[in-house]
């Protein structure tokens, strides 16, 4: 015989079954806004959630980068300890007690927690971060290093974090060897750290040694950071040793095309350097450059094909180095149907305040292989370096003024005058 349950018990069970999927529910639902919250509000999200660590660790965060309080120290200790009760694992949370400690000059016990909190995961950046500053206080500059590469490898964004600390890094013979063996290990950070250099007179001497180091190796120095250091020394004022270092960077096939204008047949092998050609993004014109022709009909050079719109400024430009005394700029053209409402012409101006010192005008017109000269003259002063640069003289982008046709440059070239 069955045990009779009356409708009375059975509608009290029904309500607990239903009381308690309602507690769950909303327990559910507040441990789902307070993720949602974590981030934004981490002490809204906390009050939903007090077992919630992200959102611990994002409120202790908060106050301890909030400049307008002076922290509780000891509060904020007492919670991220707390968190530990939670999740012993989350080395975040190591790192929090360990920069609490620091701030607290605690420092010893601090970079335990900074090693614990490494332990479990090499990457925490904040515990990673004050490693690297505690190695560079004590000397231990390649242990420094590693650690940097480290966290750049996992945080690129944090290049600037640590980038003033290596000027001191690269001074030291133990420093400059580790810096050395992790881009020789092509570190993902080798680009950032030589745009970094190039800003200051001492890290371009130690970029440019780095460069020389690096040659011959398994990671030669690239077209970029060879280009970077190079404009570092011109911005510096430093143009002999920005010349050397271009010349330096020449390939057994590139030298071939040295002379005081590089390349001067515009062969297509433009490496991006200040000494090579740098073809302008300019509205109104192409320029393409195209293996030399030997032949009287070839089109090998430099293209010029005007669009039948105004143009302004420059097309193409590269910098030269011609030491006092009397030259000749020589031009070997072919034009079709060349229009040119305003000059065109090739200009050679001091990098300083000595300004320009040659005009080479380009003539109108149908044309094949017209070979064009001037002379020219540079001064024993104010003129280390120069600047040849392909430009119109128009002064704005007026509609009345459109170029049209074709020009081919087959070869540009510069010689020295016997006095």
């Known amino acids: ?41 981490p ?3 906390l009050a939903l959630d007090p077992l919630n660590v992200n959102a611990l660790i994002g409120e202790i965060t ?19 300890e707390s968190g530990l009760r939670f999740d012993l694992a989350d080395a975040r949370l190591y790192s929090l007690i360990g920069e609490i400690k620091y701030r607290q000059n605690e420092k010893d016990q601090a970079y335990e927690f ?56 690269l001074s030291n013979p133990d420093g400059y060897q580790a810096v050395l063996a992790a881009i020789r290990a092509e570190a993902p950070w080798r680009t950032s750290l030589f745009a970094t250099l190039r800003r200051t007179p001492e890290g371009l001497d130690s ?97 010029v094909r005007f669009l039948n719109t105004p143009v302004k400024n420059t097309a193409l430009q590269q910098y030269i180095q011609l030491p006092p005394g009397t030259y000749k700029i020589s031009l070997a053209a072919s034009a079709r149907n060349l229009k040119l409402p305003k000059e065109l012409f090739w200009s050679i101006r001091c990098v300083g305040p000595a300004g320009e010192i040659a005009r080479f005008n380009i003539p109108e017109g149908t044309y094949n292989r017209q070979a064009l000269s001037q002379n020219f003259s540079v001064g024993s002063a ?28 087959h070869k540009l070239s510069i010689e020295r005058l016997s006095s």
């Open 1 to 41: 015989m069955t045990e009779q349950t009356s409708p009375l018990m059975r509608n009290l069970r029904r309500s607990g079954v239903w009381f308690v999927a309602s507690v769950l529910a909303l327990a559910a639902s507040s441990i789902g806004l307070s993720r949602l919250l974590e981030t934004e509000t």
């Open 43 to 45: 002490t809204v999200s």
């Open 62 to 80: 908060h106050d301890l980068n909030n400049t307008s309080n002076a922290p509780d120290l000891d509060a904020m200790l007492a919670k991220a």
């Open 114 to 169: 900074f090693d614990q909190a490494r332990n479990l995961s090499k990457t925490e950046i904040h515990a990673l971060q004050r490693s690297i500053g505690h190695s560079i206080e004590i000397g231990d500059l390649s242990g420094a290093v590693r650690e940097i590469d480290v966290l750049l490898r996992r945080w690129p964004d944090r290049f600037p974090a640590v980038a003033e600390g290596l000027p001191a890094i």
């Open 207 to 303: 970029a440019n040694r780095l460069l020389l180091d690096l040659t011959g190796s398994g990671a030669p120095p690239k077209s970029r950071e060879l280009s970077m250091v190079i404009n570092g020394y011109i911005d510096q004022k430093q143009y002999e040793p920005a010349y050397r270092l271009f010349l330096f960077s020449l390939s057994d096939q590139e030298r071939k095309l040295g002379g005081y204008i590089f390349n001067s047949t515009f062969e297509p092998v433009s490496s991006g350097k200040p000494f090579d050609w740098q073809v302008g993004d300019q509205s109104g014109l192409e320029v393409t450059l195209a293996t030399a022709q030997n032949t009287v009909e070839g089109e090998g050079g430099a293209t």
């Open 382 to 409: 104010r003129c280390p370096m120069q600047l040849l640069k392909l430009e119109t003289a128009a002064i704005a982008e007026s509609w009345r003024f459109r170029y049209v046709g074709t020009l081919v440059m």
